[in-house]
């Protein structure tokens, strides 16, 4: 089975996130934005230096993610069937077939609530420092 490489790069967030908090003193834990990201096929690896952080699908659950702004996460679904990776604000959406790989890019720290659009009760969080 032929493995599809994703990268979703949401540049247009950090400018947004940027923006929306000048004059505000509070940090926010959740990202908002009204920015959307577009997926893009490709063969891109992580950048030299930049630790690669992973996000599974299996059993249909997503594991815990981390990472860092900026750096690859790379998205595996160990499962027989196709799932997404959806931002609840809307900011990314990834599908990724089974038994198939992607990576996603976030340029912004914050915590990012995400589910499967196919199983709703697919739930799970992506933190970025």
């Known amino acids: 089975m032929k ?3 994703r990268l979703v790069s949401i540049g247009i967030l950090s400018a947004v996130l940027a923006v929306s908090s000048c004059g505000s003193d509070e940090e926010s834990s959740t990202a908002t ?3 959307k990201a577009t ?3 490709t063969g891109a690896t992580t950048a ?3 630790a690669a952080s992973g996000l599974t699908i299996s059993g249909f659950a997503f594991s815990p ?3 860092t702004a900026g750096e690859v996460i790379t998205i595996e679904n160990k499962d027989t069937a196709g799932h997404t990776v959806t931002a609840d604000d809307d900011s990314f959406d990834i599908p990724v077939g089974p038994g198939a790989s992607a990576e996603l890019v976030i340029p ?3 915590t ?3 589910h499967c659009n196919i199983h709703s009760s697919m739930t ?3 933190v970025v420092s």
Do not use: E, L
């Open 108 to 110: 912004a720290a914050g």
């Open 48 to 50: 030299p230096g930049a």
């Open 112 to 114: 990012y609530a995400i």
């Open 65 to 67: 993610a981390t990472g």
């Open 39 to 41: 997926s893009v096929t």
């Open 124 to 126: 799970g969080t992506i």
């Open 33 to 35: 934005t009204t920015a």
């Open 3 to 5: 493995s599809t490489t």
